[in-house]
C-alpha cells in the first residue's frame, strides 16, 4: 500500500509570512498533484507535477516535485487570509489501461491571520 | 463548462438502511472516481468507473458498490449502513484519469 505523509498536520501563521508544506512517501508515483480544500466543498486542484525535479510557480505558490518523484513540497510566499484551507497531496499511480489511482495525503490545514 | 455536481448535498440516514448517491460529470469527462473523505482516514478511493465499467476499486466492503450509465453519470450505493459510513462522499471525473475535477460532495450522517 502507497502511503503519502504530510508536514505539518496543522499550520498557523500571520498574514505576509511564507510557509512551505512537504508530502513524503517511500513510492514512485507516475505523478503528484496538490489540491485545496474549503470545508463543505470538494478538493480543487491547484498543479500537477509529472518529471523529477520539475518547479511548477502558480502567482506565490511554488510546487516542487523530488527528483525520485517520491517526494514533492509547496511553497507559499506572503500568505494571505484567502490561501486558509486544507492541502492535500496526491499520487497519481498508473495502474493500467489508463486507469490511474490517486492516493492522498492526509493533508496540512493552513490558517492565515489576518 | 459546468463542474461536477453532486445530489443530494446532505443526508442523514439510520443505521442498517441504504442510500444511493448521484454524480454528474464534467460533460466529455468519461472518468469518474468515488471517495471517501473522514477526520480520521483522509480521502480514500472506493471506485473508477470509465465507460460504464468499473476499472479500478479501493480497499472497501462489498456494501459499497457503483456503476456508471451510457452518459457517464454515476451512482455509488452504500447497504446496510453502520455508523462508521458517516462521511463526505467525494465524487471527481476526468478526461485522462490523471487530473481529477472534484464535485463539493455528499455529506452523509448515519445514526
Known amino acids: 500500500t502507497q502511503l503519502l505523509e504530510q508536514s505539518p498536520q496543522f499550520l498557523s501563521i500571520q498574514e505576509g509570512e511564507n510557509l512551505t508544506v512537504y508530502c513524503n512517501s517511500s513510492?514512485?508515483?507516475?505523478?503528484l498533484q496538490w489540491y485545496r480544500q474549503e470545508p463543505g466543498e470538494g478538493p480543487v486542484l491547484l498543479v500537477t507535477?509529472?518529471?523529477?525535479?520539475e518547479v511548477k510557480k502558480l502567482k506565490r505558490l511554488t510546487f516542487q516535485f523530488g527528483d525520485a518523484r517520491k517526494d514533492s513540497s509547496l511553497h507559499i510566499t506572503a500568505a494571505q487570509p484567502g490561501d486558509t484551507g486544507l492541502y492535500l497531496c496526491?499520487?497519481?499511480?498508473?495502474?493500467?489501461?489508463?486507469?490511474?489511482?490517486?492516493?492522498f495525503g492526509k493533508g496540512t490545514k493552513l490558517s492565515v491571520i489576518p | 463548462k459546468a463542474g461536477v455536481t453532486q445530489t443530494p448535498r446532505y443526508l442523514i440516514k439510520t443505521r442498517g438502511q441504504q442510500v444511493t448517491l448521484s454524480c454528474s460529470p464534467i460533460?466529455?469527462?468519461?472518468?469518474v472516481s468515488w471517495y471517501q473523505q473522514t477526520p480520521g482516514q483522509g480521502l480514500q478511493f472506493l471506485f473508477e468507473?470509465?465507460?460504464?465499467?468499473?476499472?479500478n476499486k479501493g480497499n472497501f466492503p462489498g456494501r459499497f458498490s457503483g456503476r456508471q450509465f451510457s452518459n457517464s453519470r454515476s451512482e455509488m450505493n452504500v447497504s446496510t449502513l453502520e455508523l462508521g459510513d458517516s462521511a463526505l462522499y467525494l465524487c471527481?471525473?476526468?478526461?485522462?484519469?490523471?487530473?481529477?475535477?472534484f464535485g463539493p460532495g455528499t455529506r452523509l450522517t448515519v445514526l
Open positions: 471527481a471525473s476526468s478526461w485522462t484519469g490523471n487530473e481529477q475535477f
Open positions: 513510492s514512485v508515483f507516475s505523478s
Open positions: 507535477v509529472v518529471t523529477g525535479g
Open positions: 496526491a499520487g497519481a499511480d498508473d495502474s493500467g489501461a489508463g486507469s490511474y489511482q490517486l492516493t
Open positions: 460533460s466529455g469527462h468519461r472518468s
Open positions: 468507473y470509465f465507460s460504464e465499467t468499473q476499472r
